[in-house]
């Protein structure tokens, strides 16, 4: 039997050391419980992408004694965490016979005043530095200090040094709601849901819509919506909202032209290119067979100009201030980035394109700005309404009664050539992507194409770019569920000019970025829950426990050995659903909707009679846990065509069964839709993201009629048992 570690000879050789001193993962487990160690070339490739030479024998010597170097050079890490309650220390280095002294500026700018303490260090050898001997001390951080983002400042010898001090609570709290019974909600796909209001495109105003009638007349307790993050400024806008352009903004296309404030003000001539304008889209909202953004957006922007051209009020205008001078640099970044791709065109890899030639601080960039001073403010403008519309949706949610009301979800990472990489290079690994190593799903890995945030500049900024992303998302929502919640452990970095099987992990200090995530919730008084489906490692599983973040549990991945696990015996600190987007709608699965959309498109890596055979025998298995378990009348299995409603309402009756914390019921699944929203492994092949509400006939339905259809109501009534 093959060791399923690195030998000690591995481990010695100085490249091996190198990868492991930065954080790269050598080896690692598969799906299969293989192991894989991983080759020469791949870990130079990923060194070279967090700016690390490891090039040759010489480069890599030289790699290590610089690392090593520049961690003892620095009094503290830049970075430092603390656990509210707990006294805990910070290791400092110094000479041999110096004694450091400390304070704290709290992050209101006021100082700390309880007293910090020097203690012994941990006993580490010295070591040596420009002829010098260096030891440590420690800090003693006391258990009293606040909750936030404070600044600890250190001095020894005459040199001082400052690290953020990121002081955040042990865990997650649960909500009161959820501490003695579970909260339920729909999950939807805010762009597939229309209303006779809607640009052809579900907007904010019809989440608000959404929000408060599946309170009023579900008794639902939030709605967990795909990502809003910022898209493209103009067509053809990317269909998939887990490819954002930045995860700091949210997405203006979702913008009601009508619910502006200023809309009201308008002149009767304007108002009426408004409303022709949405005249021409209101046929778009009866297409039961494609969202078309691209058509939605070409109308909507015209309107939104016609719009903000039209003025505001003196009191407006001031809140516009207020709004760009919050937000400050990073709103100019995204609104820059807009004016350029607006002005020259889509970005691309391409050396000659602007992003490539330009950056934020170009003559070229500059210039532009000054010359359409106008266009660069209604990109701020919009995002500013975008915002707005966002917070009146939650707030709506929060009145009607809602315990949560929005539950955002947060994409792994961001467009390779959008603003947030433009802006900020630096932030980001150069010459990576991120992916996954190979599965069962995926026999050649995958690769997303999103540049990797890079782990030490994280570290050197004090995580700045996570903890404004996290408050951006809390500022509009009550939820946050974090895609792929095992990137904050770590992520499959691809080597540019590799293939998904020719990467490597690279690990990130998850307990910093589980810290920012309770400092931000607890503000929010918000819960946030991590999508940690597939194969995860013990220790994270561990870790998500331990800081109170729910997983999630998918009743169709419920299962080993060919049998699925009744939901009792599911994890209690979950969000737990029947399906995902990734899978056709209940309905759809149930009539093997999946098998014929991998059949059509050559997705199969067997043959069709195989997968056929294999997705018949899950089926059977499915059925008959909801008959062993009460959930599902045997009797009507004979027929499963004729009763198909009460079967899906079966999976929903076993779901209730389960002790998670919260469960979602499908918007999909409650109108009797067949069609998936995403075909993973396609690009134009299937109409991801495209696929407009329609019920079982394929007839639209309409946000007016949506909490009032008998199927819905059938559905909700099983969820409020």
Known sequence: MTEKIENEERLARPLIRLAKLVGIGTSYIGQSNDYHEIDDDVLVAVLAALGVDASNDEAVETSIRTVLDERHRRLVPPTVLHTVGVQDSVLVNTGIMDVPSASITLENGQEYHGELTVGAGDGSPSYMLDGKFLANASIQLPADLPAGYHTLHITVDGRSEDAILISAPERISLLEAMEDQQLWGWMAQLYSIRSRGSWGVGDYADLKTMLVEAKKKTNADFILVNPLHAGEPVSPLTPSPYLPISRRFINFTYIRPEYVEEYGDLDEPTK???????????????????????????????????????????????????????????????????????????????????????????????????????????????????????????????????AIGIMSDMAVGVHPVGSDVWWNPERFAKGATVGAPPDYFNQQGQDWSQPPLNP???????????????????????????????????????????????????????????????????????????????????????????????????????????????????????????????????????????????????????????????????????????????????????????????????????????????????????????????????????????????????????????FDNPRLQSLANIMNE
């Open 272 to 402: 009426s290119q408004v409303d022709g304008l949405h005249d021409q889209a209101d046929p778009l909202n009866g297409d039961a067979q494609i969202i078309d953004r691209d058509a939605m957006w070409r109308l909507k922007m015209r309107a939104l100009w016609l719009i903000y051209k039209a003025g505001r009020s003196a009191a407006r205008q001031a809140r516009f201030e207020e709004f760009k001078a919050r937000v400050g640099a990073e709103l100019e970044s995204y609104a820059t980035w807009c004016l350029c791709y607006d002005k020259w065109g889509a970005p691309s890899a391409d050396p000659n394109s602007w992003n490539s030639r330009l950056n934020r601080d170009s003559d070229e960039v500059q210039a532009l700005r000054q010359q359409f001073p106008d266009t660069l403010d209604f990109y701020r403008w919009l995002e500013w309404v975008a915002a707005e519309q966002l917070e009146d949706a939650q707030r709506a949610a929060k009145d009607a009664g809602m």
């Open 456 to 706: 030490i500049e994280l570290e050197n900024t004090g995580y700045k770019v996570y903890r404004d992303m996290v408050h951006g998302m809390f500022a509009n929502a009550g939820a946050v569920r974090i895609d792929h919640i095992l990137g904050l452990f770590r992520l499959w970095w691809i080597p540019e000019g590799k293939s998904a099987k020719n990467g490597a992990y690279v690990y990130y200090d998850s307990e910093i970025m589980m810290g920012i995530l309770a400092i931000e919730s607890a503000r929010a008084g918000g819960v946030v829950v991590g999508e940690d489906l597939g194969v995860v490692p013990e220790y994270v599983v561990k870790s998500l426990g331990r800081h109170g973040v729910l997983g999630c549990a998918v009743e169709w991945f419920e299962q080993s050995d060919g049998e699925f696990r009744p939901p009792v015996k599911w994890r209690e600190y979950a969000l737990a659903s029947v399906d995902t987007h990734d899978l056709p709608p209940a309905a759809g699965y149930l009539a093997y909707e999946h098998v014929k959309i991998r059949e059509r498109l050559h997705l199969l890596d067997t043959s069709v009679e195989e997968f056929q055979a294999s997705a018949v025998k899950e089926h059977n298995a499915m059925l008959s846990m909801l008959v062993d378990n009460g959930y599902l009348d045997p009797q009507l299995i004979t027929d499963e065509q004729a009763n198909e409603q009460a079967i899906v309402e079966s999976l929903h009756r076993a779901l209730k069964d389960s002790p998670s914390k919260l469960l979602a019921a499908a918007i999909v699944d409650a109108v009797g839709e067949r069609r998936a929203q995403n075909q993973p492994g396609t690009d134009n092949e299937y109409p991801n993201w495209r696929v407009p509400l329609a019920d079982g006939k394929g007839d639209v339905v309409p946000l007016e009629e949506l």
